[in-house]
T-cell receptor, first 112, second 116 residues
Framework: NAGVTQTPKFRVLKTGQSMTLLCAQD?????MYWYRQDPGMGLRLIHY???????AKGEVPDGYNVSRLKKQNFLLGLESAAPSQTSVYFC???????????FGPGTRLTVL | AQTVTQSQPEMSVQEAETVTLSCTYD???????LFWYKQPPSRQMILVIR??????QNATENRFSVNFQKAAKSFSLKISDSQLGDAAMYFC?????????????FGKGTHLIIQP
């Protein structure tokens, strides 16, 4: 039982490049979330999903897109990376709010 | 929108002593959930304790307990018998009970240092 996994763990991009972060969970959770964490800040919600095929915007969605084609996977995409998107990205999942959210190990992204 | 405020950017405590981390929040809801998460240097987010607003009894998990004051919108975390392994960032978080599908709202965190 791996819990929540994230791929990759680290990535460096140049401004304007695109990439996709993959989150996978093996707990059969319905709800999945993407957060970003910046220095001196708590986590902020980017997008979330309450089930396969559904997504919704969180607090800071601009510049990101998401997809949930399979229940166990939640993808976060950056179409044209900007230095302001340098951050640590966390994925989380839960049986349903407001139950405990289980977090992945995070992805450190640097945009030059 | 709900907000969560942690007024102590950093706290320091001697090993084996007790420390209290503060958290206040703002909401117009009457039913909600509050959490404390721990983030050690490994970066992994770990749930420490959870409190349902409709419960008057304060939650307790071993050496960790909360003081939940609903009227004051205060939710502090007490760590008893502090251990070196307790050193971490601690985040207070809020979630609506009405689904809460829009995720957790986090405070900015308190960096807890344990002095040996």
């Amino acid at each position: 039982n791996a819990g929540v996994t994230q791929t990759p763990k680290f990535r460096v991009l140049k401004t304007g490049q695109s990439m996709t972060l993959l989150c996978a969970q093996d707990m059969n959770h319905e709800y999945m979330y993407w957060y970003r964490q910046d220095p001196g800040m708590g986590l902020r919600l980017i997008h979330y999903s309450v089930g396969e095929g559904t997504t919704a915007k969180g607090e800071v969605p601009d510049g990101y897109n998401v997809s949930r084609l399979k229940k166990q996977n939640f993808l976060l995409g950056l179409e044209s990376a900007a230095p302001s998107q340098t951050s640590v990205y966390f994925c989380a999942s839960s049986y349903g709010a407001p139950n405990e959210q289980f977090f992945g190990p995070g992805t450190r992204l640097t945009v030059l | 929108a709900q907000t969560v405020t942690q007024s102590q950017p950093e706290m320091s405590v001697q090993e084996a002593e007790t420390v209290t981390l503060s958290c206040t929040y703002d909401t117009s809801e009457s039913d909600y959930y509050l959490f404390w998460y721990k983030q050690p240097p490994s970066r992994q987010m770990i749930l420490v304790i959870r409190q349902e607003a409709y419960k008057q009894q304060n939650a307790t998990e071993n050496r960790f307990s909360v003081n939940f004051q609903k009227a004051a919108k205060s939710f502090s975390l007490k760590i008893s018998d502090s251990q070196l392994g307790d050193a971490a960032m601690y985040f207070c978080a809020y979630c609506d009970s009405g689904g809460g599908a829009d995720g957790l709202t986090f405070g900015k965190g308190t960096h807890l240092i344990i002095q040996p």
